[in-house]
T-cell receptor, first 116, second 112 residues
């Protein structure tokens, strides 16, 4: 009964490099959500994906950030040309159906990105 | 979504019940009350949710007032491992509401 898995758990990048964060949803879940938690702040929604589709990316910065959830394999959050302000914990959640009401989002352990 | 109000912090003695309140006076009829917690440096953990009836699971009980304007999360026998920030979130049922909005929550400290 594996939960949501994220890797790596910790990622260190220098300014200008790319960061790739992976999320494997719970078995049978086809809905994935990414949230970001800046230091000393609450989690903020970034993007919602279903298999091969981006449903809502309204919380994602318009530049340098992208997300995908291919038919096969994990969901990927990609940050190009990282800057120090990208340092944060990035959490992935998954749900069986579209969340809201009686469905529930289950979170992974997060990836802590540090930009030097 | 309805706004929620929680006390910023609470203390509880180990082994005693922890009662965490949440006000959501503008909640509408199709909005659920969800509770999550975040133990330091970990991902948020789902605890329980409800619409209007009281709910209980292996982790906690959720008591929702009859007018649904407030609720209480009850951890019946708090342990040191229950020290965490607890978030009360109101979420609309329906296809477009999936953005969990995490406020500041309540920092529950369980003391030995």
């Amino acid at each position: 009964n594996a939960g949501v898995m994220q890797n790596p758990r910790h990622l260190v990048r220098r300014r200008g490099q790319e960061a790739r964060l992976r999320c494997s949803p719970m078995k049978g879940h086809s809905h994935v959500y990414w949230y970001r938690q800046l230091p000393e702040e609450g989690l903020k929604f970034m993007v919602y994906l279903q298999k091969e589709n981006i449903i809502d990316e309204s919380g994602m910065p318009k530049e340098r950030f992208s997300a995908e959830f291919p038919k096969e394999g994990p969901s990927i959050l990609r940050i190009q040309q990282v800057v120090r302000g990208d340092s944060a914990a990035y959490f992935c959640a998954s749900s069986l159906e579209a969340a809201g009401g009686t469905d529930t989002q289950y979170f992974g352990p997060g990836t802590r990105l540090t930009v030097l | 979504d309805a706004k929620t109000t929680q006390p910023p912090s609470m203390d509880c003695a180990e082994g005693r019940a922890a009662n965490l309140p949440c006000n959501h006076s503008t909640i509408s009829g199709n909005e659920y009350v969800y509770w999550y917690r975040q133990i330091h440096s970990q991902g948020p953990q789902y605890i329980i949710h409800g619409l209007k009836n009281n709910e209980t699971n292996e982790m906690a009980s959720l008591i929702i007032t009859e007018d649904r304007k407030s609720s209480t999360l009850i951890l019946p026998h708090a342990t040191l491992r229950d020290t965490a920030v607890y978030y009360c979130i109101v979420m609309n049922s329906g296809g477009s509401n999936y953005k969990l909005t995490f406020g500041k929550g309540t920092l529950l400290t369980v003391n030995p």
